[in-house]
């Protein structure tokens, strides 16, 4: 009930295309979707987030695309660069409540120039 | 600088050793989590603790424990450690009400 799904585990992309990762949840509840981006040796930090009430977020270069009605939201990263690549976690959690957040097993995101 | 501010930045220890990592979470944030992540591994969640008092408890070994001080740093001990348990260990801080983490920079534990 409280696991977050993610896909893939790991992606290659050619430096200008699109990334795109998938995430599934299944508990209902959750109301705060953000994503982490993690570079090697680095503590993971807050990319972008999306509430359920919007179908979708942009920020710059990333989109966080979210369907309610399917449980599932993915992140879109446009004109991949090689600076992009780290390792991103999709997340769930309850944004009301002081509460742990639910991580993805993560993807593996390499821009190759 | 996230704010959040992890001790040591490394550290390396003999297995049946005892260790104690320290967080200090970010100005004004009542929340503290651990985390654990072993290499290629994802996210575990170890521990939450809120305003002083445990609030979540996930795959936390019974040789490690917790607790969050009153000024509200925490630390993490690590006891009868083991060579699985080399691993980053990430402290992440919250204001109290949900929504996004700040983690630290973590501490990279080796176990010999």
């Known amino acids: 009930q409280q696991q977050v799904k993610q896909s893939p585990q790991s992606l290659i992309v050619q430096k200008g295309g699109i990334s795109i990762i998938n995430c599934a949840y299944e508990?209902?509840?959750?109301?705060?979707f953000p994503w982490y981006q993690q570079f090697p040796g680095k503590g993971p930090a807050l990319l972008i987030a999306i509430r359920p009430d919007v179908s979708e977020k942009k920020e710059g270069r990333f989109t966080i695309s979210f369907n309610k009605s399917a449980k599932q939201f993915s992140l879109h990263i446009m004109d991949s660069q090689p600076g992009d690549s780290a390792t991103y976690f999709c997340a769930a959690s309850w944004e009301s409540s002081a509460s742990k957040i639910i991580f993805g097993s993560g993807t593996r995101l390499s821009i190759r120039p | 600088d996230s704010g959040v501010t992890q001790t040591p930045k490394h550290l390396i220890t003999a297995t049946g050793q005892r260790v104690t990592l320290r967080c200090s979470p970010r100005?004004?944030?009542?929340?503290v989590y651990w985390y654990q992540q072993s290499l290629d591994q994802g996210l575990q969640f170890l521990i939450q603790?809120?305003?002083?008092?445990?609030?979540a408890k996930g795959n936390i070994l019974e040789r490690f424990s917790a607790q969050q001080f009153p000024d509200l740093h925490s630390e993490l001990n690590l006891s009868s450690l083991e060579l699985g348990d080399s691993a980053l260990y990430f402290c992440?801080?919250?204001?109290?009400?949900?929504?996004?983490?700040?983690f630290g920079s973590g501490t990279r534990l080796t176990v010999v």
């Open positions: 603790y809120y305003n002083g008092e445990e609030r």
């Open positions: 100005s004004g944030d009542l929340s």
């Open positions: 508990n209902t509840a959750f109301d705060y």
């Open positions: 992440a801080s919250s204001v109290g009400t949900g929504g996004g983490y700040t």
